[in-house]
C-alpha cells in the first residue's frame, strides 16, 4: 500500500530564506507526482507536476525533484516571501488514477 | 483562463439525508477526480472517471454514488448522510489518457455540514 510522507509537519522561516519541503513514498510504481498549495479553507492551486521519467521541474522561484528509486522528492522555493505562507502537499498518482496525498508541510514565512 | 466549478460551494443536511454535489471539469478535460478532506486531514481520494466510465475507486464509502455525464460533468451522490460526512468535498479534472503528463486541476470545493 502506497503511503507518502512530508518532512516537516510545519516550517517557520524568516522571509528570503531558501528552503526544502520533503516528500517520501513507498512504492516507487509511480505514474507522476504532483505539488501543491493550499491556503486555508480553500482549494488546491498545482505549482509542479513531475513525470515518472524525469527528475526535476522548475517554475520560477519552484524547483520539485524527483528520485523515484528512492521514494523522494524535494521541493525548493528560493528566496521565500510572506505570500508564499500556506500548507505545501505533495500528491503521488499511482497505476490508473488513485491518487494519494501527504499530510503536509505547514509553511510561515515571517516578514 | 476557465477553472473547475463545483456548486453548491456550501451545503447543510441533516442525518439520514441526501446530498448531491456537482462538478464541472475546465472545457476539453476529460477526466474528473472527487476527493474528501476533512478537518485538519490531506484529501482522500474517493473515485475518479475518464471518458464518463469509471477509471478508479478509493476509500469512497457505498452510500455514496457518482458518475460522469455526456457533457463530462459529473456528480457525487451521497445518501444516509452521517456526522461524518461533514468534510471539504473536492472537484479537480485533468486532460487524462493515461499518460503521465495530465496535471490535476482543483475546484474551490463544496463544504458541506451534517448537523
Known amino acids: 500500500k502506497q503511503e507518502v510522507t512530508q518532512i516537516p509537519a510545519a516550517l517557520s522561516v524568516p522571509e528570503g530564506e531558501n528552503l526544502v519541503l520533503n516528500c517520501s513514498f513507498t512504492?516507487?510504481?509511480?505514474?507522476?507526482l504532483q505539488w501543491f498549495r493550499q491556503d486555508p479553507g480553500k482549494g488546491l492551486t498545482s505549482l509542479l507536476l513531475?513525470?515518472?521519467?524525469?527528475r526535476e521541474q522548475t517554475s520560477g522561484r519552484l524547483n520539485a525533484s524527483l528520485d523515484k528509486s528512492s521514494g523522494r522528492s524535494t521541493l525548493y522555493i528560493a528566496a521565500s516571501q510572506p505570500g508564499d505562507s500556506a500548507t505545501y502537499l505533495c500528491?503521488?498518482?499511482?497505476?490508473?488514477?488513485?491518487?494519494?496525498f501527504g499530510a503536509g508541510t505547514r509553511l510561515f514565512v515571517k516578514a | 483562463a476557465a477553472g473547475v466549478i463545483q456548486s453548491p460551494r456550501h451545503l447543510i443536511k441533516e442525518k439520514r439525508e441526501t446530498a448531491t454535489l456537482k462538478c464541472y471539469p475546465i472545457?476539453?478535460?476529460?477526466?474528473v477526480y472527487w476527493y474528501q478532506q476533512g478537518p485538519g486531514q490531506d484529501p482522500q481520494f474517493l473515485i475518479s472517471?475518464?471518458?464518463?466510465?469509471?477509471?478508479d475507486k478509493g476509500s469512497i464509502p457505498d452510500r455514496f454514488s457518482a458518475q460522469q455525464f455526456s457533457d463530462y460533468h459529473s456528480e457525487l451522490n451521497m445518501s444516509s448522510l452521517e456526522l461524518g460526512d461533514s468534510a471539504l468535498y473536492f472537484c479537480?479534472?485533468?486532460?487524462?489518457?493515461?499518460?503521465?503528463?495530465?496535471?490535476?486541476?482543483f475546484g474551490p470545493g463544496t463544504r458541506l455540514t451534517v448537523l
Open positions: 479537480a479534472s485533468s486532460l487524462g489518457s493515461g499518460v503521465t503528463t495530465d496535471t490535476q486541476y
Open positions: 512504492d516507487s510504481a509511480i505514474y507522476n
Open positions: 513531475i513525470q515518472s521519467s524525469q
Open positions: 500528491a503521488v498518482r499511482l497505476r490508473g488514477f488513485k491518487t494519494i
Open positions: 472545457p476539453r478535460h476529460d477526466t
Open positions: 472517471f475518464y471518458e464518463k466510465m469509471q477509471s
